[in-house]
């Protein structure tokens, strides 16, 4: 399995950024797609995540009505769409993939990581 981040980049708070993850290797039917970030100095966190099959949705408070989490099944590809941003979102953002039937805000219950992508809000 390979998960592919991509889109970061540098934003001035109030910007938007679209994150993409493209995953392949396998059918990714059964799986919650995830998105965490860290930041300099602190743990990894969850932010959002996306059940496969039926696209329910799931945010961490701190993202709740600004970011938006999608997924394209044909291209098994999935979104993380950033809005409002705000110099506190400045993290490496990473996708994963878990073989869970129910989404989890928990690093440890992902089974697959891509490389992280740099998210810098400027005040």
């Known amino acids: 399995v390979q998960l592919q981040a991509s889109g970061g980049g540098l934003v001035q708070a109030g910007g938007s950024l679209r994150l993409s993850c493209a995953a392949s290797g396998r059918t990714f039917s059964s799986y919650v797609m995830g998105w965490f970030r860290q930041a300099p100095g602190k743990e990894r966190e969850f932010v959002s995540a996306?059940?496969?099959?039926?696209?329910?949705?799931y945010y961490a408070d701190s993202v709740k009505g600004r970011f938006t989490i999608s997924r394209d099944n044909a291209k098994s590809t999935n979104y993380l769409q950033m809005d409002s941003l705000k110099p506190e979102d400045t993290a490496v953002y990473y996708c994963?993939?878990?073989?869970?039937?129910?989404?989890?805000?928990?690093?440890?219950?992902?089974?697959?990581w891509g490389r992280g992508t740099l998210v810098t809000v400027s005040s």
């Open positions: 996306i059940t496969w099959s039926a696209g329910s949705t």
């Open positions: 994963a993939a878990a073989r869970v039937p129910v989404a989890t805000a928990v690093p440890k219950g992902y089974n697959y």
